[in-house]
């Protein structure tokens, strides 16, 4: 059987470490990024050049992702699935007082970045009738306060996966959106600007969902046979729900 490769972004920290993992123990090749190269480095250090091929840029700087990508070994060259993963949440605040600058990060990072590499990918994810996934939220279905732009980039990449299938129709190219509810990563530690405690209160008692549950969710999505594509998939925790909808009284 032919080694398959994923490129696989954000792999420094949560999702997408874990998915590394899981892809290389599968048998796959693993083009991992981020910014973070040291962490990049122990990936290698622990499954071997042959296997993990890391690549540290900023994935705002679509110089650096062309240069990476154009660099890339002959041996990773031939992707067969992207895992569009990097991204982040910054600041809780309401709009009215949230911070202009974190808005345009999130927006370059969750929304810009990913379809750049999306774009570039492209050609030869059709070549090889390959597959793409998408990393969503839940924040783009189920408003709630502080969420504004977050909650906006993640909507953008639900919708966006849906839209390219349609582009896709007939190429053999699956693309999924997975939707995920509160997990427990970095995440909070980056949108919170390191506040650890407020890390720890947030997932104290929630059994929150794993990286490795993310990680084993997007094997299973990238391992169906080629007639299956799963386009959308919510999942939380089984201690999160969605309850909307307040209302503000005159006097
Ligand atoms: P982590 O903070 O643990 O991981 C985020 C990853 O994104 C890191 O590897 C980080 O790498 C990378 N990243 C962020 N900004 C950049 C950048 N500018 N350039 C390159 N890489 C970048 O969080 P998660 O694993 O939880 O997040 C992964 C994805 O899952 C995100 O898109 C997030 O929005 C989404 N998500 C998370 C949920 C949660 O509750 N945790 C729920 C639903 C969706 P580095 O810092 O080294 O660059
Ligand atoms: C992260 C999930 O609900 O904390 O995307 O925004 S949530």
Redesign the pocket.
């Known amino acids: 059987m032919t080694t398959k490769t994923a490129w696989i972004?954000?792999?420094?920290?949560?999702?997408?470490?874990?998915t590394v993992e899981r892809f290389v123990a599968g048998g796959w090749r693993v083009i991992a990024?981020?910014?973070?190269m040291e962490?990049?480095q122990q990936l290698v250090a622990r499954h071997g050049a042959e296997r993990v091929h890391p690549m540290?840029?900023?994935?705002?700087?679509e110089t650096a992702m062309r240069a990476a990508h154009a660099g890339l070994p002959s041996a990773f060259a031939g992707i067969d699935l992207l895992v569009?993963?990097?991204?982040?949440?910054l600041g809780t605040a309401p709009a009215q007082q949230a911070d202009l600058v974190q808005w345009k990060?999130m927006i370059?990072?969750?929304v810009t970045?990913l379809v750049t590499l999306t774009h570039l990918l492209l050609p030869q994810l059709i070549a090889r009738r390959g597959a793409i996934v998408n990393?969503?939220?839940?924040?783009g279905s189920y408003a709630y306060r502080g969420g504004n732009v977050?909650g906006g980039?993640?909507a953008f990449?639900t919708q966006f996966s849906q839209n390219l299938r349609v582009d896709l129709h007939g190429s053999g190219v699956r693309v999924s959106s997975?939707?995920?509810?509160?997990?427990?990563?970095?995440?909070?530690?980056?949108r919170t600007g390191g506040d650890q405690a407020a890390s720890d209160q947030l997932y104290a008692g929630v059994h929150?969902?794993t990286?490795g549950d993310?990680a084993d969710t997007i094997w299973w999505i990238a391992n169906l046979p080629p007639h299956l594509d799963v386009t959308r998939l919510e999942i939380m925790p089984t201690s999160q729900s969605a309850a909307g909808l307040q209302v503000a009284r005159d006097g």
Request: without cysteine; charged residues 20%; glycine residues 10%.
């Open positions: 972004t954000g792999a420094t920290s949560g999702f997408g470490a874990a990024s981020g910014r973070r962490r990049l540290a840029f900023d994935v705002r700087d569009n993963n990097a991204g982040l949440a990060q370059d990072t969750n970045a990393i969503s939220s839940i924040s977050y980039t993640k990449v997975i939707e995920p509810g509160m997990a427990e990563t970095e995440f909070t530690l980056v929150p969902i990286a993310i």
